[in-house]
């Protein structure tokens, strides 16, 4: 098991940047493919990036490709999310999830708690 956490969120103007931070518990979180969700309120949650267990294969969702940078440092159990060139219809609450490389929330088997990123116009 792991266990995740989030940070890195706030308020940021349009065309800024932020960079998220998924820290994971455990030795075995190196092993584990993690992937970055987001949602707003009414909405399902909608696949961001993921990133294997070694960083050798990433995968974004057409509407950050370009913006977003998935990576990780195994040695600081961590995975990140650079976001460039935000636009205010990112704003969401970002989750990150492990154990799978997958645009399907229910590939993965746990959940960090979220941070909120709010883009202003």
């Known amino acids: 098991q792991v266990q995740l956490v989030e940070s890195g969120g706030g308020l940021v103007q349009a065309g800024g940047s932020l960079r998220l931070s998924c820290v994971g518990s455990g030795r075995t979180f190196r092993t584990y493919a993690i992937g970055w969700f987001r949602q707003t309120p009414g909405k399902e949650r909608e696949f961001v990036a993921a990133i294997s267990w070694n960083g050798g294969t990433t995968v974004y969702a057409d509407s950050v490709k370009g913006r977003f940078t998935i990576s990780r440092d195994n040695a600081k159990n961590t995975v990140y999310l650079q976001m460039n060139s935000l636009k205010p219809e990112d704003t969401a609450v970002y989750y990150c999830?492990?154990?799978?490389?997958?645009?399907?929330?229910?590939?993965?088997?746990?959940w960090g708690q979220g941070t909120q990123v709010t883009v202003s116009s």
């Open positions: 999830a492990a154990n799978a490389i997958s645009r399907h929330d229910a590939s993965y088997d746990y």
